[in-house]
Structure formats: structure tokens, C-alpha cells
T-cell receptor, first 108, second 115 residues
Framework: RKEVEQDPGPFNVPEGATVAFNCTYS??????FFWYRQDCRKEPKLLMS???SGNEDGRFTAQLNRASQYISLLIRDSKLSDSATYLC?????????FGQGTELSVKP | ETGVTQTPRHLVMGMTNKKSLKCEQH?????MYWYKQSAKKPLELMFV???????ENNSVPSRFSPECPNSSHLFLHLHTLQPEDSALYLC??????????????FGSGTRLTVV
């Protein structure tokens, strides 16, 4: 079983759509959780941390369910500039373990 | 200079060459990492250095040799690579405060092609 598993994608959506990304992780000792964004041929950049209470940053909402070992990211009112690969990341002490990423393409 | 800087940005090397990738961080962090990203695969952690000591080596072939001379610099020495080693090599740094690692920051990466 992969340590971090994401929807395979790609997701192709029109502008304004709502998109949901799902992720599961296998290491129950994981301490912290993140969503990263990676643009084509660039380095990953932190999009947002994920907390058990859920957190929101503008159009982006992240949720964590520790019991189910499940993480989600919701993007509302998607923009062309949201097109990228979204990486689910868990941190079991000192190292970031990445999922394979889900590619999002937002079309006009 | 700010953040994490990697050089060179692009590298093409033959299988018999020896080259080195360089990473420098200007964030005052005390942990540094090498990751490999191959096409259509997740980022793979290669090496972790904390306080200049290697704390993790994820079964990486010996043709990859890391070096961390101080907390700001990290090198990846390459020799007799194979074409399947062609990938994006990313350096990252973070701060270990004894309770966890924070502030992960990635460099822009070195895109390596082995011919």
C-alpha cells in the first residue's frame, strides 16, 4: 500500500466549478498534513496546512479525518490560474511524504 | 539571496561523467533534504541531514553521494549515473526544533538528463 494515495486524475473542469481532491495515508503516526501545489516544471509550494478542525483560506478548504486517515481539499469557484498539480503531503517526523499528485486543468 | 538556491538549474551528463549538484539555504534552517522527482512519480525522499549529520538514507544507490559541510550547504555528488536517473532533483530545508520539522522550503530544482 502506498504511504500517501491520491485520486489519479487528471481533473478537467470549467471555470467556476467546484473541485474536490481526496487523499488517504497509511502511517497513523503522521504528525502534520499539508496540501502543496506544483506548477509544470517548478518546485512544490505550500498551499495550506490541514488541521483536524478543518481550515479555510479564501476559496480553498482543507479537512482532515484522523480516524479514517483521510485528507481532502475543496476548491470553489475555480480559476484558470488554479491549473496545477495538487500534492497531498504527510509529515511523520522530519520528512515529507508526497502523494503522486492530482493534476487539475481549469478551462475557460 | 533568499530562500533555497540550487545550481545548476539544468544539467546534461554522460554516464561516465562526475558532477555535483549544489544547494544553499539562507533561512537559518538546521535540516536539509534531497528529493528526486521522476516523470509521473511522487517525490521520493533520498537523504535527510539534521544538524549536519545524515539521519536518513532511503536505499539510494551509491552512485549518489551526499555531502553536508555546514548547515547552509548541501551537495549531491553524481558518478556513473544511468539514464533512469534522469529526473528533477529538489533540495529542501526546514527547522528542527526538537518537536518536529517546520517551515519546509524547496529550491527550484536541478533538471538532470543522463545520456
Amino acid at each position: 500500500r502506498k504511504e500517501v494515495e491520491q485520486d489519479p486524475g487528471p481533473f478537467n473542469v470549467p471555470e467556476g466549478a467546484t473541485v474536490a481532491f481526496n487523499c488517504t495515508y497509511s502511517n497513523s503516526a503522521s504528525q502534520s498534513f499539508f496540501w502543496y501545489r506544483q506548477d509544470c516544471r517548478k518546485e512544490p509550494k505550500l498551499l495550506m496546512s490541514v488541521y483536524s478542525s478543518g481550515n479555510e483560506d479564501g476559496r480553498f478548504t482543507a479537512q482532515l479525518n484522523r480516524a479514517s486517515q483521510y485528507i481532502s481539499l475543496l476548491i470553489r469557484d475555480s480559476k484558470l490560474s488554479d491549473s496545477a498539480t495538487y500534492l497531498c503531503v504527510v509529515n511523520p517526523w522530519g520528512k515529507l511524504i508526497f502523494g503522486q499528485g492530482t493534476e487539475l486543468s481549469v478551462k475557460p | 539571496e533568499t530562500g533555497v538556491t540550487q545550481t545548476p538549474r539544468h544539467l546534461v551528463m554522460g554516464m561516465t561523467n562526475k558532477k555535483s549538484l549544489k544547494c544553499e539555504q539562507h533561512l537559518g534552517h538546521n535540516a536539509m533534504y534531497w528529493y528526486k522527482q521522476s516523470a509521473k512519480k511522487p517525490l521520493e525522499l533520498m537523504f535527510v541531514y539534521s544538524l549536519e549529520e545524515r539521519v536518513e538514507n532511503n536505499s539510494v544507490p551509491s552512485r549518489f553521494s551526499p555531502e553536508c559541510p555546514n548547515s547552509s550547504h548541501l551537495f549531491l555528488h553524481l558518478h556513473t549515473l544511468q539514464p533512469e536517473d534522469s529526473a528533477l532533483y529538489l533540495c529542501a530545508s526546514s527547522q528542527d526544533n526538537g518537536e518536529g520539522y517546520y517551515g519546509y522550503t524547496f529550491g527550484s530544482g536541478t533538471r538532470l538528463t543522463v545520456v
